[in-house]
């Protein structure tokens, strides 16, 4: 929702040029016949000081008051709106001493009732053969259509119901009522009619068939018919996709012209050497994405690449199939050197466990395997670096800041970021050194559904890996209330005692003092409690991370049955072994968060069992429910997306989209692939958007997308 100090997102209204029109649009709503003073203050909480940001508070929902639903539609707790005359209306008191107001509507063949408790006053306003439409959720009550509490609209008495009356409702902060904003926008719509300024040619309104800007604020504020609102979303979502696909063209352009990449061709051979290494086979979807890098760092133009698969789908092998092309590679026909690839890992305890995978893999090969982390001596530090400027250093393992910041390459091929899970256009850190650019892949588990990658990785291209390694199945999740604990213990220690691992998982929101002390007694208690009769260890982000390391090898190398852990094990830890885990207080966890632990018990060919222990039998929590009901990564994400709003996934912050325009993504990625489409189309005809018709939408891309894309001054 907007908040009044985040700077308004703004479509079409945005640039503060010295036109009597748009200074009309800046005009403040106090100045509005009927909003005043005190209601104008009220709505600052909302960020709504100009007209303009009152057109732009765009309703969350809306309230069908059509009356267009014929009796026979009504269904039990589904809202309806049904127009119909008042047959009778009686108030008598209940046994409960409530007083019910019970009012009879006949509506076409059948009848309904609306009843209202304890609001007598309500019985005046109703008379014998007034016409009404309610809208609200009925229920059957002994054989009876009945409305609680509906919202009425009165009829005048030559009035019949029509499909116009659609009421927006707005989002709202404390102390602000519907009826504030609903006066002010009407009051805004109303100041700014016939002085909209238009961003979108009047071609493409045509040629898209989108409804003019002035158009498209009335009907999104006040539509005139359901198919109508739809119409006016559409115009706005594809405006702002157009606008941010055009503004990531751009900034994509730039990069390229700015730099070329190395070619690293992949032929038979070398595609063939790499493969070896593997002690699996690929699966046909590890297969095809290899092929699609392959094909984009045989170019010499620097690879964009996010890589999206689910938690286990084996995005590590991919990594390193890209870098060992790189390393695999000659600089130039002539030289003996070859190129440099550098992973990026997000945490040190991540880092040192690639570290591991790489040197098992390439022991013998030759190939050197730097690891660059926060718990080395200055002195392992600098000689590692001076390797990794020699070139000598084949492939560098490290956490992000330590490889963006410390390390210079002599021959730097290829960047892979791995678990990248924060998103916005200018997270990807970039390792630009020297004259060419490096292929840059990031990899990322926390899957964004393909509509919004594209939206917002309009410049990056995408691969799925959407198909497991063999022999995987479905973690089994249950969720654990407080009546199953002590079974689901007893549970837990037949599945230790018959030689598995486990993990528990603690909350811990940031791992301060506080929360460690909780950590502890949660050890504590395991540990005297009901895993007493097990090898215990714990692991959490306060540990150093050599401490870390030493316990994970130790669970790994099976010498502790079970780790307690906070979530510094979520991202991926890969002990194929553990096969049980248990989350404490799993409602404390978010969704993506919960799939990401789940995923740790889904690594090898006995199937993972996770049990999501709540505080509460069976109160519904949507989180949780949704977590225990599927095992579906993208399903998840499209679900949280749902519950969260996309603000949080994308990061506010960074992609400034209003949740209205993403949540209508979920529901429409055709608005997506079109807007893509179309900014391909218009950019390549007019890279520098010189059309006069396109100034005002280019002014409007640089001002929204322009700092934060580097995009400067264009023509
Ligand atoms: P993630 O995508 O979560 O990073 P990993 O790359 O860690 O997943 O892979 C998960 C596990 O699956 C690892 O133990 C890895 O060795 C194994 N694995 C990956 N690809 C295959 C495959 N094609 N066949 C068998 N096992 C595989
Ligand atoms: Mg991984």
């Known amino acids: 929702m907007f908040r009044p100090n985040r700077r308004p997102y703004t ?11 748009d200074a009309s649009l800046a005009t403040r709503l106090e100045r509005l016949p009927g909003v005043g003073t005190a209601r104008a203050e009220k709505l600052v909480k909302l960020g709504l000081v100009t007209v303009r940001d009152a057109l732009m508070h765009f309703p969350r929902e809306y309230r069908d008051f059509s009356g267009a639903h014929a009796f026979t539609d009504l269904r039990e707790g589904e809202h309806a709106s049904i127009a119909g005359e008042v047959i009778d209306a009686g108030t008598r008191t209940l046994y409960s001493g409530r007083t019910m107001l019970s009012v009879s509507l006949a509506c076409g063949a059948g009848r309904v009732r609306a009843v209202w408790f304890n609001m007598p006053f309500m019985a005046k306003r109703f008379a014998k053969g007034m016409k009404v439409v309610i809208a609200g959720q009925p229920r059957l009550a002994s054989g009876v259509w009945e409305f609680a509490h509906p919202e009425v ?103 390229q012209q700015a730099k070329a990449a190395p070619a690293i061709a992949v032929d038979a051979r070398l595609d063939a050497r790499i493969r070896a290494r593997f002690p699996f086979q690929f699966t046909p979807a590890q297969q095809r994405v290899c092929g699609e890098i392959a094909a984009d760092m045989g170019r010499a133009e620097p690879m964009n690449r996010l890589l999206q698969g689910d938690v286990g789908s084996g995005k590590t092998a991919i990594a390193v199939y890209a870098m060992l092309a790189a390393v695999g590679t000659r600089v130039s026909p002539d030289s003996p050197e070859r190129f440099q690839a550098a992973i990026m890992a997000p945490t040190e305890l991540l880092a040192r466990q690639h570290h591991q995978t790489l040197s098992r893999l390439l022991a013998g090969s030759g190939v050197e395997v730097e690891l660059l982390v926060g718990g080395q ?16 250093a084949g492939i560098v ?19 892979v970021i791995d678990e990248q899970h924060r998103f916005g256009v200018l997270q990807r850190a970039v390792l630009q050194q020297g004259q060419a650019e490096p292929h840059t892949l990031v990899m990322t588990a926390t899957p964004i559904p393909r509509t919004i990658a594209h939206a917002v990785y309009g410049d990056l291209d995408v691969s799925v890996l959407d198909e497991p390694p063999p022999g995987r199945q479905p973690v089994a999740t249950y969720r654990v209330g407080p009546d199953d604990l002590d079974r689901w213990w ?40 009901p895993l007493e009769a097990f090898r215990l260890g714990l692991v959490h982000g306060r540990l150093k991370a050599k401490e870390k390391a030493a316990v994970m090898e130790d669970f790994r190398a099976g010498k502790l049955d079970v780790l307690v852990a906070t979530s510094v094990i979520e991202v991926g830890i890969d002990v194929p072994e553990a096969t049980i885990m248990t989350i404490l207080d799993a409602e404390s966890f978010g969704l993506a968060q919960l799939h990401q632990l789940r995923g740790r018990v889904a690594r090898g060919a ?46 506010t912050k960074q992609s400034g989209m ?42 409007l891309i640089l001002d929204r997308w322009g700092e934060t894309l580097g995009l400067g001054k264009i023509g």
């Open 11 to 21: 479509l079409g209204m945005d640039v503060p040029t010295p036109t009597v029109r």
């Open 153 to 255: 609209r009165w009829l005048a008495a030559s009035e019949q119901a029509h499909a116009s009356d659609w009421l927006a409702v707005y989002p709202l902060a404390e102390g602000v009522q519907q009826s504030h904003v609903r006066l002010a926008v009407a009051a805004a719509l109303d100041h700014a009619a016939g002085v909209c300024p238009e961003a979108l040619p009047e071609e493409m309104l045509t040629a898209k068939g989108l409804l003019p800007i002035e158009r498209a604020f009335r009907e999104i504020h006040c539509p005139s018919s359901h198919a109508m609102i739809a119409a006016a979303r559409r115009r706005f979502v594809y405006q702002e996709l157009l606008m941010l696909q055009l503004a990531l063209r751009m900034h994509r352009s730039r990069q």
């Open 377 to 392: 001596t200055a002195k392992q530090r600098e000689a590692a670096i001076a390797r990794i400027a020699a070139g000598t």
């Open 397 to 415: 393992v490290g956490t992000q800041a330590l490889v963006a910041g410390a390390a210079e390459f002599k021959h730097l091929g290829l960047v």
């Open 490 to 529: 007893e549970f837990v220690r037949k599945k230790l005692a018959g030689g598995r691992r486990g993990y528990v998982v603690v909350p811990a929101v940031e791992e301060s003092k506080r929360d460690l002390a909780s950590i502890s007694s949660a050890y504590e208690s395991l540990a005297n409690g």
């Open 606 to 651: 006995t199937q993972g069992i996770c049990g999501a222990v709540t505080s509460s039998q069976a109160d519904p929590h949507p989180r949780v429910d949704a977590f225990v009901a599927t095992t579906d990564g993208f399903q998840l994400a499209e679900k949280d997306l749902l519950l969260r709003g996309p603000g949080d996934l994308v990061g």
């Open 658 to 699: 209003p949740p209205l325009y993403l949540a209508d993504l979920l529901r429409d990625g055709t608005v997506v692939a079109e807007a893509r489409r179309d900014a391909l189309d218009l950019f390549q005809r007019d890279p520098d958007l010189a059309d006069p018709a396109l100034e005002r939408l280019r002014k």
